[in-house]
């Protein structure tokens, strides 16, 4: 019984210390969108599928509000962007870019003044150890 034990726990210091002497993973980036308007607006991806384009699930950003997200290997993603209570009529439709693997990139969508949105591109570099929740 004890000899079990033993090796048990032989075995499970040297899986945690190869574990901890090993070298950290790259880490990949993460985009978002930051809502600088007073609308809520909604934010949707269309995906190629084909010959045809497939429209993502649309995700709702209330004013100020910040979502983020980690983003497919794909480097140009197509959006949408409109006002909920007008979510047929599209105030921005455009590629933006994906993250390169060693930055985050925050897309803060801001009103331009004629009706419309402008999206400015923030990026930051990964940071080496993830945020804290």
């Known amino acids: 019984m004890f000899s079990k034990l033993c090796c048990f726990r032989t075995a ?3 899986i945690s210390l190869l574990c901890l002497a090993a070298p950290a993973c790259a880490q990949n980036g993460w985009m978002g969108f930051r809502n600088d308007t007073a609308l809520t ?3 949707q991806e269309t995906t190629p599928a084909g010959s045809t384009a497939r429209p993502g699930k649309p995700q709702k950003i209330f004013a100020n509000e910040t979502v983020r997200e ?7 993603r197509t959006f949408t ?8 009529k599209p105030l921005f439709t455009g590629r933006l870019a994906g993250p390169a693997p060693n ?9 331009d003044g004629k009706g419309g949105l402008t999206v400015e591109a923030i990026s930051s570099p990964v940071a080496s ?3 804290k929740r």
Not at 81 to 88: C, N, Q, Y
Request: no cysteine.
């Open 12 to 14: 499970a210091l040297l």
């Open 41 to 43: 607006l909604i934010v």
């Open 70 to 76: 980690t983003p497919p290997t794909s480097n140009k």
């Open 81 to 88: 962007i409109a006002d909920s209570t007008k979510p047929d």
């Open 103 to 111: 930055e985050n990139v925050l897309y803060a969508i801001k009103s």
């Open 129 to 131: 150890k993830p945020p």
